[in-house]
């Protein structure tokens, strides 16, 4: 069978959302979907636009870091929010996304996927699919936030370049078939959905459970590198703004805004 082609009037005229895809827009190749997404911003898009691609050449993960994308095998997408947050809330819409996935790949899947923080995706400990938030704010543009989600959904294993075969997998590997991307977006938009309107009423609480429920890190042992430090200790919770707390070898906790988690 040829790969499944994404479209996005296929994708508009199934969505069930009230935001998330006010409008769609599928490129066969971009170099990101958030830095896409960043220009459609800047010419003031649509709050909820989606931008996807099937393919990425310059993929973006956190701190520079590359998210291998390659053709029709994965899913690349981009959506622009502009909420009325501040910076706190951003880190928030990471966790939101995170959900979101892993709701989605539970409707699809029998996968069992589990959250790390803050932004990973694994199975079986290793990554199936990451979450890159951006924040813009530049003076005399549009404001927003630029929630970038990349999953890996078709791709043996001989299809993940060396570097990566230890480190990642796909949806594929995890179920042993083959999965349509289409139905997988659209359960994605609305559960993007439903969580971001939740955290906009409810506020974080409820979102910071969920998340944590999803998770698999606690009472782990883990290493926590942040700018050029390493701290050991083991994962508790997230604390009611979802930062990562840890206590370390001496019993005091630790909480962390952001950071490299590993488990050991
Ligand atoms: C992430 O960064 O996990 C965020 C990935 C976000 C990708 C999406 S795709 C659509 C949108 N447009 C973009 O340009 N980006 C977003 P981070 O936590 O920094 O993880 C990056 C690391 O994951 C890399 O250094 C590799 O070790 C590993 N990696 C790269 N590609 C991968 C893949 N396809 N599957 C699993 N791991 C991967």
Not at 24 to 36: G, K, M
Not at 108 to 127: F, I, Q
Not at 224 to 233: C, F, R, T
């Amino acid at each position: 069978m040829p790969p499944e082609k994404l479209d996005a009037a296929t994708l508009k005229n199934n969505l069930q959302t009230m935001l998330v895809g006010s409008e769609i827009h599928v490129f066969q190749e971009t170099d990101s979907t958030n830095r896409l997404a960043r220009e459609f911003l800047e010419k003031d898009a649509e709050n909820g636009l989606v931008v996807l691609a099937e393919r990425q050449t310059a993929g973006r993960g956190r701190f520079g870091r590359s998210w291998h994308s390659p053709a029709e095998l994965g899913i690349y997408l981009s959506l622009v929010l502009k909420p009325e947050l501040t910076l706190k809330h951003i880190s928030q819409l990471t966790l939101m996304a995170g959900v979101s996935v892993i709701l989605a790949i539970e409707e699809a899947t029998r996968v069992p996927a589990r959250l790390k923080w803050p932004n990973d995706v694994l199975v079986h400990g290793k990554k199936v699919a990451g979450v890159l938030c951006e924040y813009c704010a530049e003076p005399d543009l549009p404001h927003g936030v630029i929630i970038g989600i990349g999953i890996n959904v078709n791709q043996f294993p001989d299809q993940f370049p060396d570097e990566l075969k230890s480190l990642a997998t796909s949806l594929r590997i995890e179920s042993g078939e083959p999965l349509d991307r289409t139905p997988l977006i659209l359960s994605l938009l609305r559960h993007l959905d439903g969580e971001y309107e939740a955290f906009l009423l409810e506020g974080e609480a409820h979102l910071i459970q969920k998340w944590s429920e999803h998770s698999d890190m606690w009472d782990r042992s883990v290493i926590v590198k942040q700018g050029g430090n390493l701290i050991e200790g083991t994962a508790l919770h997230l604390d009611p703004v979802g930062r990562l707390v840890i206590a370390d070898s001496q019993g005091n906790e630790l909480a962390f805004d952001s950071g490299e988690v590993s488990l050991k």
